[in-house]
């Protein structure tokens, strides 16, 4: 297989200075257009992309403020790491809700949850992507572990 890399030059760092090591991952139809939403709509980093033709055996996308994604072209014969697109769905942390939800409102993105303030403290929204998978952006960092706590 003849594979290209495209890499964007950013730090991989959340902004306590460490690495991501939890990466939810996902599989397209269309890995490469779903790639372009990703980064040119919502905002994503392009960190690598490794892809022959339409086909992308690996990539990896970074949250500008911390965190990473990692996906793949749809390959049902791959057995038991085989994720059927559209049956994805995360939470993404961010400071600029708002500012988000304008945005990809603005730009015609399908919005299945309206912003609001929740309960818990978190003021979100959620989108499907062109696959249908589910993306939940909000405020919210999640609680801190008990060793953690003061």
């Known amino acids: ?25 996902l599989q397209a139809h269309d890995a490469p257009a779903l790639i372009d939403f990703l980064v040119g709509t919502v905002g994503f980093l392009r960190t690598a992309v490794y892809q022959d033709g339409d ?13 990473a994604i990692m996906l793949g072209s749809y390959d049902d014969g791959a057995g038991d790491w085989c994720l059927k697109p559209g049956t994805f769905g995360t939470y993404v942390v ?3 809700v708002d500012d988000l939800y304008r945005r990809l409102s603005d730009a015609g993105v399908e919005i299945t949850r309206e912003i609001e303030d929740k309960p818990y403290g978190s003021r979100e929204f959620a989108i499907a992507d ?10 919210y960092r999640g609680a801190p572990r008990a060793d953690q706590r003061s």
């Not at 890499?7 to 939810?24: E, F, K, L, M």
């Not at 062109?130 to 405020?139: A, I, L, R, V, Y």
Request: proline share 12%; net charge negative; hydrophobic share 25%.
């Open 1 to 25: 297989m003849d594979t290209t890399e495209k890499q964007d030059q950013q730090p991989r760092s959340t902004p306590a200075g460490r690495a991501p090591s939890v990466w939810p991952t």
């Open 94 to 96: 961010t400071d600029h």
């Open 55 to 67: 086909s992308v055996a690996h990539a990896e996308l970074d949250w500008p403020e911390g965190g």
């Open 130 to 139: 062109p696959e249908g998978n589910k993306w939940s952006f909000g405020t």
